[in-house]
């Protein structure tokens, strides 16, 4: 195949692969704010426990029709990738409870610096000025779009402190763990999902009761919120997978970056379907400002020397099949 029948080919899997996650991200914000706001549904660790028992099933299914390879995933790896993903979804409930949303906007932003230094230390990432500019725009324009009041304590300080740094994380290793054993985005999810699931079940109903002082076990599961509990989980099972894939064939970083796109549709959504409240000039904006920066991110690290590897490579280690 030609080089550029080759590039060609890579750039509209990219597409499909963000076009992927955009969607199932986007689907399961509106489906869980119906599910907790309209329906009362407000155990969001023990929903998520929920996300992952389902993905665990998925995993399993398409593992016994031959379509996920067994693969080896060493346990210390395993857990430390579970730490970091647990603690980045309690931290996030956590310090939404306890910060303003102006807040806990700020802290989400800055995942971007922070997943940049991972890189920066851990790979030897080199950005260029244009790339470095680029995260720039993007982080003024969702700033302006999103932060609105800020005020912020001191155990809120440290819920935020630790959402952003076990996210980041969590994210760096999706991308890590992929290239160092070979996994393909199936095989990770269907090592980690099943410890993810255990723990959150056991974890959920303890946390969300201390979060909400009420017991998942006492809610009123009617078939209305049984549809949108399993709709959720549905949706959920695209949403883990689109971020391994996307983590998988970028990094971290361009996840976070490009990522944003997802806040700024969520905003667009929420005024095509609640009405114009909210939507006002400097929120339009920062849309602007943050598209504008989301595509000069996308030129400027894709051209040479905006983002590269100064250092040899990660050594790689093939999968063991059972």
Known sequence: MAPSSKAEKKAAVDAAAWMFNVVTSVGIIIVNKALMATYGFSFATTLTGLHFATTTLMTTIL???????????????????VLFANFSIVGMNVSLMWNSVGFYQIAKLTMIPVSCLLEVVLDK???SRGTKLSIGVVLLGVGVCTVTDVSVNTKGFIAAFIAV??????????????????LSSFSLLGHTAPVQAASLLLLGPFLDYWLTEKRVDRYDYNTTALMFIIMSCTIAVGTNLSQFICIGRF?????????????ILV??????????????????????????????????????????????????NRTETR
């Open 251 to 263: 990094t971290a970083v361009s996840f976070q970056v490009l990522g944003h796109m997802k806040t």
């Open 267 to 316: 905003l667009i959504l929420g005024f095509f379907f609640f009405g114009k409240e909210g939507l006002n000039l400097h929120v339009v904006f920062g849309m602007i400002i943050a598209v504008a920066g989301m595509v000069w991110y996308g030129n400027a690290s894709s051209k040479p020397g905006g983002k590269e590897r100064r250092t040899h490579s990660l050594p790689m």
């Open 125 to 127: 990432i080199h950005y």
């Open 165 to 182: 740094w076990s996210t980041s994380l969590q994210q760096y290793y999706v991308h890590l763990l992929q290239r160092k054993y070979s």
């Open 63 to 81: 593992r016994m029709l031959g379509y996920v390879q067994s693969s080896h995933l060493p346990l210390p790896d395993l857990l430390k990738f």
